[in-house]
C-alpha cells in the first residue's frame, strides 16, 4: 500500500560525549535529508467540486490555484538535499538543490534570474543553562533578517537571503554550507537534534514554487 506523507521533517543528528543530564531523545544517526520538490498549490478552503476515486468522492477546490505563476516543463524535475557536516565543508548544514526545465508564466525556460531557497530548522540539545536540556527558538535560515519560510506574506526581501538558486537556460541549481546561528552547538561535545521544520523554493517574484512531495505524471508506472 502506497503511503503519502503530508509533511517531510528530518532530523539531522550529531552525537558526541555523554552529558550529564538527560538527552533530548533521537535516533542514533541522521546525517541526509533528501527529497524531490513538487508544484505548490494553494490548499482548499472552499470546496465547489469533488473526485471521483474507486467510487467514493472527496471534496476539493477546481480549478487548481499554483502559488507561483512559474512551471515546471515536460522535463521537470526538482530536488533538495541537505546534509550534516563540518565548517571545512563551508557551513555545518550542506545544501544542493536542483531545478531542471524550469519556465516563466509565457513558457520561456528561465535563463539570468533565481529562484530562491527558504527554510526553518528548530534545534533541541544539551547544551543549555542549569544543566537542562532545550529546544531553540526556531529560525528562519539561520538568518532572523531573512523572512520565515512558514510567512505567508511574500516578500521581495527574499532575494537579500544570499540563498539564490542562478538558473540559465531553464537549468538552476547550487550548492552551499549555511553556518547558521546556532552552529557553535555542533562543535561542542553535546547531543544535537536539528529539524528541517519548513522548505521551500520561491521563485524570482519571491511566491512560493515547489515543496518537498511526490507524485508522477499520468500513465507512468
Known amino acids: 500500500m502506497s503511503k503519502v506523507f503530508h509533511a ?26 533528501s527529497t524531490d ?11 465547489n467540486s ?6 467514493s468522492t472527496i471534496e476539493a477546490c477546481g480549478p487548481v490555484q499554483p502559488m507561483s505563476d512559474y512551471t515546471f516543463g515536460p522535463a521537470g524535475y526538482g530536488r533538495a538535499e541537505v546534509l550534516l557536516a563540518g565548517p571545512q565543508q563551508g557551513g555545518f548544514l550542506v545544501f544542493h538543490v536542483t531545478l531542471r526545465d524550469v519556465r516563466d508564466a509565457a513558457g520561456n525556460k ?18 543549555c543553562q542549569s544543566e537542562m536540556d532545550c529546544t531553540v527558538v526556531d529560525l528562519p535560515n539561520g538568518y532572523p533578517s531573512v523572512p520565515s519560510a512558514s510567512d505567508a506574506s511574500a516578500s521581495s526581501s527574499c532575494n537579500n537571503s544570499g540563498l539564490s ?40 517574484d519571491c511566491n512560493v514554487f515547489a515543496v518537498p512531495g511526490i507524485g508522477r505524471s499520468y500513465g507512468q508506472p
Open 165 to 204: 538558486i542562478p538558473c540559465k537556460k531553464g537549468q538552476c541549481s547550487v550548492s552551499f554550507g549555511d553556518t547558521f546561528q546556532t552552529g557553535a552547538i555542533l562543535m561542542a561535545p553535546v547531543r544535537a537534534n536539528i529539524e528541517i521544520t519548513d522548505l521551500k523554493v520561491l521563485d524570482p
Open 110 to 127: 528561465v535563463d539570468k534570474a533565481a529562484f530562491y531557497l527558504a527554510y526553518d530548522y528548530r534545534v533541541s540539545t544539551d547544551l
Open 8 to 33: 517531510l521533517v528530518v532530523v539531522l543528528v550529531l552525537v558526541g560525549a555523554a552529558a550529564v543530564h538527560a538527552d533530548p531523545n533521537m535516533p542514533r544517526s541522521a546525517t541526509k535529508y
Open 37 to 47: 520538490l513538487v508544484r505548490a498549490y494553494n490548499q482548499c478552503s472552499g470546496p
Open 50 to 55: 469533488n473526485t471521483t476515486i474507486r467510487n
